[in-house]
């Protein structure tokens, strides 16, 4: 479908990893629990649609995938919102600290992640759903530094051997944000902008967790809020209350979203 019609019921899948999910690291309990106002719930108090997350914590984008094809069919969404690379681009730490003049490959390899999206993409249109794009939450490198190598001074310094500076972990995540805008462009799909909705904080490290991947609170409401911004834009029907007029928020999103021209699907 090129549009959604004005008529309800309204559906969408949120396919995606532990963001999606809802996953935050809560200090206080020291482990990992998911976050009761995380954006997939914000959304669901905002939208006049059904919205099924079919998200899972740890899935990289294959696993994900396949999860979504099931989902597809029986749910038979209007939206399909896709959000992964954050595992994708992710390395078995574990083994580097261990082995740091060894070869590591990251858990989805860099023209995998590409093709999958791509095909991602195809299948979602294929089934007459419209495929939404979200890139990736920007993370703090010296954090999750800290967090991968569990502050043991040996693991630091072979993990360091390996990568050779800590930044790399923010520029290697880069390329795979930069992939998801490359088949974004290429396929003609909507992105919405997550990292530049991010980096507008002055210190958009305030809004991850200590483990610096993961959005805590603050940064799940700016998530909703990005997609609340998208929808307005373009299905403003969608919204329980709307923003603005449809051509007034469109004339404003268009320097904010990674769109090319309102594609036909």
């Known amino acids: 479908m090129s549009i959604i019609q004005e008529q309800g019921p309204f559906k969408i899948i949120v396919s995606g990893d532990s963001i999606s999910k809802g996953i935050v690291y809560d200090e206080t309990k020291n482990k990992y629990t998911i976050l009761e106002e995380n954006y997939v719930e914000l959304l669901r108090d905002k939208l006049n649609a059904m919205v099924y997350n079919a998200s899972r914590f740890g899935s990289t984008l294959i696993k994900g995938i396949q999860k979504l094809k099931n989902s597809i069919f029986s749910e038979k969404p209007d939206i399909v919102l896709i959000e992964y690379g954050g595992n994708d681009c992710d390395f078995n730490w ?22 999958v999206l791509r095909d991602a993409i195809d299948f979602v249109r294929r089934n007459k759903s419209i495929p939404v794009l979200m890139n990736l939450p920007p993370l703090n490198a010296d954090k999750y530094f800290n967090w991968i190598s569990k502050s043991n001074p040996v693991a630091k310094e072979n993990i360091l051997k390996w990568l050779g500076s800590v930044t790399k972990i923010y520029w290697w995540q880069e390329r795979y944000n930069s992939v998801i805008q490359k088949i974004a462009d290429e396929t003609k799909t909507v992105c919405i902008d997550i990292r530049e909705a991010f980096l507008r904080f002055p210190d958009f490290t305030t809004l991850l967790c200590i483990d610096g991947i993961h959005p805590n609170r603050d940064g799940h409401k700016v998530i909703a809020n990005k997609i609340v911004e998208f929808l307005n834009g373009r299905y403003n029907f969608l919204l329980k209350n709307h923003l603005l007029p449809a051509s007034d928020a469109n004339t404003e999103q268009t320097s904010c979203l990674l769109l090319s021209k309102p594609q036909k699907i």
């Open 94 to 115: 574990d083994e580097i600290a261990r082995n740091p003049d060894g070869t590591h490959l990251p858990r989805t390899d860099f023209q995998t992640f590409e093709n």
